[in-house]
Structure formats: structure tokens, C-alpha cells
């Protein structure tokens, strides 16, 4: 046994990250339940999509789903009771997969949003969204989905960078026996 500093030489040496006690090195924390900026990211993110959802509804309320109210979320956005569930959609899926105990699930998820939300920025921009209340090319639900699926893309990339900084992963379905 090593001594600590002060300590008995017959005291085993404390390991505060989480390794054994005096004995091996301590080792990284490798699949489920890792912390991980993806997870984390989905976490808070779809609180915010899930409160804009509920926040939206209390603008539109509930009739024409589809229909340009001229309702404004925030007196900048348009929305329609249509866009209002699909943020309560984005908002419920990203929090899910920030529960998952795999962070590969969570910057799939960001990535594959980033990209969605990327597509519906180009799709207003050519004016293609008038089921969302978006008609006009320059609206400002433009910009905001080109910077959220901008931001989710480099949000589920910073997570895939640290998980490949940390090693290789357990297989999502655990581990593989022969």
C-alpha cells in the first residue's frame, strides 16, 4: 500500500475519480451514464422546444391547425397550432434521447435535427412552408431555423468529438459476446 500525504503507510491511498482505492489507476467512465455535451445539449434544448410548444398554444389556441392566424410567438414569429406540436414533437424527442444512457443516441438526434431544421430554412427561404404559417421568404422563422439547425449540428458533432476523445464505445446493444 502507498501512504498519503500524512497518512499511516499501511492506509490505503483515497481515488476521488472514481477508480479503486491505492490499488489500480483510476479508469474513464465508458458507456452508459457518462456525462456528454450531446446528452446534455438534447436535455436543454428540448425544454425550451417543449415550452415554446406550450407558450404557442397559449397564442393560437387550438383551431385551425394549419391556417395562418397571424399569430406571432413573441410578436416576431409566426406560428399556427400545426408548428406549435411539431416543437412539442422536437422538444419531447430531444428529451428521450437525453435520457438514453448512450450519448451516440443523443448526437445522432442533434445531428439528424440540425439537418431537418437546416432543410426548413431552405424550404422557407423559397417560401415552401406555409403549412408552418411561414410565408414570406424572409421571415424571421427563417433565420431562427437556419441558426438552430446550425447549432444543433456543431452541438451533436462537439458530443461525437468528445466521445471519440474518451475511446471506443460500447456497442449500443452491450456488450458483444463470441
Known amino acids: 500500500m502507498t501512504s498519503t500525504a500524512g497518512g499511516r503507510a499501511d492506509e490505503p491511498t483515497r481515488d476521488w475519480s ?15 451514464n457518462q456525462p456528454s455535451i450531446a446528452r446534455l445539449a438534447a436535455g436543454a434544448v428540448g425544454v425550451v422546444y417543449v415550452l415554446i410548444g406550450l407558450i404557442g398554444f397559449a397564442v ?18 409566426a406560428i399556427n397550432p400545426f408548428h406549435n406540436v411539431v416543437h412539442l414533437g422536437v422538444g419531447g424527442g430531444l428529451l428521450l434521447v437525453s435520457l438514453s444512457s448512450h450519448s451516440a443516441i443523443a448526437e445522432g438526434a442533434l445531428i439528424g435535427g440540425g439537418l431537418v ?16 404559417a411561414i410565408e414570406t421568404p424572409y421571415s424571421p422563422d427563417n433565420f431562427l431555423h437556419l441558426a ?18 474518451r475511446g471506443p464505445r460500447e456497442p449500443l446493444g452491450g456488450p458483444q459476446t463470441a
Open 18 to 32: 472514481g477508480g479503486s482505492a491505492g490499488t489500480e489507476p483510476a479508469k474513464a467512465v465508458k458507456g452508459p
Open 60 to 77: 393560437t389556441g387550438f383551431t385551425g391547425i394549419t391556417e395562418n392566424q397571424g399569430a406571432a410567438l413573441f410578436g416576431i414569429f
Open 117 to 132: 431544421y437546416l432543410l426548413a430554412a431552405v424550404l422557407g427561404f423559397f417560401n415552401k412552408l406555409p403549412v408552418l
Open 148 to 165: 438552430s439547425g446550425a447549432a444543433a449540428l456543431l452541438l451533436g458533432a462537439a458530443g461525437a468529438l468528445q466521445a471519440r476523445r
